[in-house]
């Protein structure tokens, strides 16, 4: 997984996928490629592509009135999932951890959950979120 900071000079190819996210996830209606783009470029989200360009994540760094701040996964989707999946979440509870975040919610369509119940999720509602914690 690698992470994209140049967003603009990407763009050709990560528009088709976030279009394909917004449509997968339920999102077309609420959100635009454009909108998407633009808390990309401001760092209000960051992107990832997975495997071998075999899709992308959108995240976005979430703190609640709780003090709680977890790495929202706002939107997974892509092509041979099972060849990236693992490095995937293995990535994010890295770059969750050195964002100060405790935890990583991931969310994509319904199918994820079985997917994802290995990776230690405990609370499912069309969303995985799966802890992380600090290893010695």
Request: glycine share 8%.
């Amino acid at each position: 997984m690698r992470y994209i900071a140049d967003i603009d000079v990407h763009w050709n190819m990560i528009e088709p996928w976030i279009a394909r996210c917004l449509k997968e996830t339920g999102r077309e209606d609420k959100f635009t490629v454009q909108w998407v783009m633009e808390q990309l470029l401001t760092d209000q989200m960051q992107l990832f592509i997975v495997g071998d360009d075999d899709g992308i994540v959108i995240t976005e760094r979430m703190e609640y009135p709780t003090g709680l701040c977890i790495l929202d996964g706002w939107s997974v989707c892509g092509d041979n999932m099972d060849d990236w999946i693992a490095d995937c979440v293995r990535d994010l509870k890295i770059f969750a951890l050195a964002n100060g975040c405790s935890g990583l919610c991931l969310q994509g369509r319904p199918g994820w959950v079985k997917i994802l119940k290995k990776y230690g999720t405990d609370k499912v509602i069309k969303e995985a979120l799966i802890y992380v914690e600090y290893e010695s």
